[in-house]
């Protein structure tokens, strides 16, 4: 399979049957619970990449404070602040230094001039 090729390319490791079993139990589990209600399929899919017992146990304290994420909880919560931080940084840098005007028309340019 890819993904088992990716993820052992990724990981650096030859055994990925425990990561590959966690993405499939984490699947079915949000494949269920977005059959129930729409809230608790909110918070498995904002859930990332939590263990099962964490994703439970977030599941079962957003149940009591009325359930998902909001704008709010996602400023506040302090182990997503530095990957808001680093993606915000990113994007100003692509905006700033005008790479996503490079990559627009690199296609073209190549197209254009024939390179194989």
């Not at 699947?27 to 909110?42: F, G, I, K, R």
């Not at 100003?92 to 001039?113: E, H, R």
């Amino acid at each position: 399979m890819l993904w088992v090729a990716a993820l052992r390319f990724l990981q650096m490791q030859t055994d990925v049957s425990a990561d590959m079993e966690e993405m499939e139990t984490e699947c079915h589990d949000q494949a269920s619970s977005s059959s129930s209600t729409s809230s608790s399929a909110t918070s498995s899919a904002a859930s990332g990449n939590k263990t099962t017992s964490e994703l439970k146990q977030s599941r079962h304290d957003e149940s009591g404070a009325g359930g998902g994420y909001t704008m709010k909880k996602l400023l506040t919560m302090k182990e997503l602040r530095l990957p808001l931080i680093i993606t915000v940084v990113l994007q100003i840098a692509q905006q700033l230094s005008g790479i996503n005007a490079v990559s627009f028309y690199c296609l073209t340019d190549t197209v254009a001039t024939d390179v194989r």
